[in-house]
């Protein structure tokens, strides 16, 4: 049964740490890696990844994927109180799979 | 990436009741999900929801509770039947993003039901 593991499942950081959020998965047939961010209802994507190795960036945030081990990162770096919300990781495809998400709380 | 109109935003309902949540899709699409998320899990996927054909429920889903409507391809409700309080939870639609499912989806802005 294909699944995606996230960890840590919460976390607290002060105003300009940086954190890293873990994703593992199992699946038969890879098609894609998401990351959404969640703020209130609506999850907002955030990345695609398809091919190890190769770092997506937008902004402080960045994402890279290890299809040997099975994981993906997601990076934040110098985190602002906006940065406040539920990550979600997700195998694509016609019926995505998503994790559980990290709920990331930023001090100011 | 398509804009969906998910409505109402949030609502307070008695037991035995239902609800009926509604999505705009501001372009034709094939195909649209619905997902649900009770209180600290992810989403499940309730169903996909194609026009012109009845709407492929997920494993533990079934149309009786959660009778899903299509009736053109920028359009969906989902009815939430004889709610109880385990039924509180997000309800959101989707779209599969351009270039399809593997590129994710688009959500709806969600609904926060809450069955007393």
């Known amino acids: 049964e294909d699944k995606v593991v996230q960890s840590p499942l919460s976390l607290v950081v002060h105003e300009g740490d940086t954190v890293t959020l873990n994703c593992s998965y199992e699946?038969?047939?890879?098609?894609?890696l998401l990351w959404y961010k969640q703020e209130k209802k609506a999850p907002t994507f955030l990345f695609m990844l398809?091919?190890?190795?190769i770092e997506k960036k937008s902004g402080r945030l960045s994402s890279i994927l290890d299809k040997k081990e099975l994981f993906s990162i997601l990076n934040i770096t110098a985190t602002q109180t906006g940065d406040s919300a539920v990550y979600l990781c997700?195998?694509?495809?016609?019926?995505?799979?998503f994790g559980a998400g990290t709920r990331l709380f930023v001090k100011a | 990436s398509a804009v969906i109109s998910q409505k109402p935003s949030r609502d307070i309902c008695q037991r035995g009741t239902s609800l009926t949540i509604q999505c705009q899709v501001d372009?034709?699409?094939?195909?649209m999900f619905w997902y649900r998320q009770q209180p600290g899990q992810s989403l499940t996927l309730i169903a996909t929801a194609n026009q012109g054909s009845e709407a492929t429920y997920e494993s533990g889903f079934v149309i009786d509770k959660f009778p899903i409507s299509r009736p053109n391809l920028t359009f969906s409700t989902l009815t939430v039947s004889n709610m109880s309080p385990e039924d509180s939870s997000i309800y959101l639609c989707s779209v599969p993003r351009t270039g399809g499912a593997d590129y994710g989806y688009t959500f709806g802005s969600g609904t926060r039901l809450t069955v007393v």
């Open positions: 997700a195998l694509g495809g016609f019926k995505t799979i």
């Open positions: 372009s034709q699409v094939t195909m």
């Open positions: 398809t091919s190890s190795g």
């Open positions: 699946v038969t047939n890879f098609r894609s």
